[in-house]
Nanobody
Framework: QVQLVESGGGFLQAGGSLRLSCAAS????????MGWYRQAPGKQREQVAR???????NYADSVKGRFTISRDSAKNTVSLQMNSLKPDDTGVYYC????????WGQGTQVTVSS
């Protein structure tokens, strides 16, 4: 079992920056990928970015060049640096960790006003 706790959400104006963090605990050895998803009101949850255990990253087209995912294996954390935020980035951001099983955090709200 793996537990994930997100932090760093908030309310800000378009063009601003925000950093999300996710701390993992438990059976960390089960984890291969860690990533961030978001769900906007009335929309399906979508993957924003993911990073593998060896540091390979992948981003949604909508955030490329603005968001950066990073992972600290020693601290079992994954972070998402979000720059040049847009109102369309508004949503609940979820941390996910997966390998043989999939684990989700409780989510943190990000609201970007125009």
């Amino acid at each position: 079992q793996v537990q994930l706790v997100e932090s760093g959400g908030g309310f800000l104006q378009a063009g601003g920056s925000l950093r999300l963090s996710c701390a993992a605990s438990g059976r960390i050895s089960d984890i291969n990928y860690m990533g961030w998803y978001r769900q906007a009101p009335g929309k399906q949850r979508e993957q924003v970015a993911r990073i593998s255990s060896v540091g390979n990253t992948n981003y949604a087209d909508s955030v490329k060049g603005r968001f950066t995912i990073s992972r600290d294996s020693a601290k079992n954390t994954v972070s998402l640096q979000m720059n040049s935020l847009k109102p369309d980035d508004t949503g609940v951001y979820y941390c996910r960790a997966w390998g043989g099983y999939s684990y989700w955090g409780q989510g943190t709200q990000v609201t970007v006003s125009s």
